[in-house]
């Protein structure tokens, strides 16, 4: 009965560490306690009847710190912000928001609420479609120049404005700040472009767009679209072309394809058609 027992405990702590990631350390404390107490009574405690009592007490502790390993969350790490934090944002990522509830709300409870757990919580309202509830966490942010709070509040904008022109106009506001406290993110540098560029400001799109590639870790055939398209629309039709045609060697989306089409169409009629893809 003991082994039995004993073997039970064991998977159930084992099964438990891939659940609950920052007990891990008490999981495997259990798993091991378990497995010793079935050694013990297959070699020792069969031969002494009188001992086998404390080998029931052992399994009853035992199962005590099975019961418990759901709370290690608030008790095991909670000094550790960044591995509390880790388990929760892993939990968050894969949309398992019941289960990262405990460890928010451990970190709340220990450190108060951080901008990095607004970002998440605002990012599940995002998948919600709860917008209000996404904007009043960028809100309350206590340092609106974050990398993670300009990708918040673009998920905010997107999800606020259907109209693809308040869209845009919201997203330049927003990526004009981002590029003014980050330089050097590729990111926005290519965000803001791509925004300069469909408000015709085609000079100042082509600058955004070349500081970006050379920020990014690898080439962007959008850029390369969005900067050939820039040539194009201001006359420039032999560079507009040689990009474009470099452009589609990319694997870029069909939309991207059926608009590079469309602007070497343009290109030819002298300018004569609209090509401008909608983002």
Not at 77 to 82: E, K
Not at 225 to 244: N, P, T, V, W
Request: proline letters at 3%; aromatic letters at 12%.
């Amino acid at each position: 009965m003991i082994v039995v027992c004993s073997i039970v405990l064991f998977v159930t702590a084992i099964l438990a560490a891939f659940v609950f990631h920052s007990a891990l350390l008490p999981c495997l404390v259990v798993a091991v306690l378990a497995a010793a107490l079935a050694a013990a009574d297959l070699f020792v405690l069969r031969k002494k009847p009188k001992l086998r009592t404390a080998g029931i007490a052992g399994c009853i502790v035992i199962l005590c710190g099975c019961l418990a390993i759901p709370a290690a969350p608030t008790a095991y790490g909670a000094d550790d912000y960044t591995k509390m934090f880790e388990a929760y944002a892993a939990l968050m990522v894969k949309d398992k928001y019941e289960k990262a509830a405990p460890y928010r709300e451990a970190l709340v409870e220990k450190y108060g609420m951080t901008d990095e757990i607004r970002f998440w919580e605002g990012s599940a309202a995002i998948v919600r479609k709860d917008v209000n509830a996404a904007e009043q966490y960028a809100d309350d942010f206590d340092d609106k120049t974050r990398y993670d709070y300009f990708s918040l509040m673009e998920s905010v904008d997107t999800l606020r404005y259907p109209d693809l022109t308040d869209r845009r106009e919201a997203l330049r506001d927003l990526y004009e700040d981002a590029v003014y406290y980050h330089p050097d993110w590729g990111y926005a540098l290519k965000t803001y472009g791509v925004l300069l560029f469909y408000d015709k400001e085609y000079d100042r799109a082509r600058s955004y767009l070349v500081d970006a590639s050379d920020h990014l870790s690898e080439e962007d055939g959008e850029i390369v679209y969005f900067l050939g398209a820039s040539f194009i629309e201001q006359g420039d039709m032999e560079k507009g072309l040689e990009l474009m045609a470099e452009a589609y060697s990319y694997d870029l989306s069909e939309d991207y394809k059926k608009a590079i089409l469309a602007y070497g169409a343009k290109a030819t009629n002298g300018g004569a058609d609209d090509a401008n893809t909608e983002e």
